[in-house]
């Protein structure tokens, strides 16, 4: 069983980013879809970002024009570049491949202040 693991969030003002890295045990070269998701308190999970094998990309409408989704498939890792950020970005955030997810990682907290 492939494990992520999340990182790079972290407690930001309102308009700053953050990088957040997630890292698979295992090899992500032949996974269609990888996604990046966000669950906030007393809410569904929700997918906000995904890239394909071929690196084409898709977003909720929430987060389009100020995050980046990208993939390394060399080091096993997919990103999410978040600019712009606003309190209501604010949540834990997951990544897992789009199609028969893996056991979902800790997820890394993001927290955005007005």
């Known amino acids: 069983q492939v494990q992520l693991v999340e990182s790079g969030g972290g407690l930001v003002q309102a308009g700053g980013s953050l990088r957040l890295s997630c890292v698979a045990s295992?090899?992500?070269?032949?996974?269609?879809?990888m996604g990046w998701y966000r669950q906030a308190p007393g809410k569904q999970r929700e997918l906000v970002a995904s890239?394909?094998?071929?690196?084409?990309?898709n977003y909720a409408d929430s987060v389009k024009g100020r995050f980046t989704i990208s993939r390394d498939n060399a080091k096993n890792t997919v990103y999410l570049q978040m600019n712009s950020l606003k309190p209501e970005d604010t949540a834990v955030y997951y990544c897992?491949?789009?199609?028969?997810?893996?056991?979902w990682g800790q997820g890394t907290q993001v927290t955005v202040s007005a």
């Open positions: 897992n491949k789009l199609m028969l997810p893996w056991a």
């Open positions: 295992g090899s992500i070269s032949s996974i269609s879809a």
């Open positions: 890239i394909s094998r071929g690196a084409g990309t």
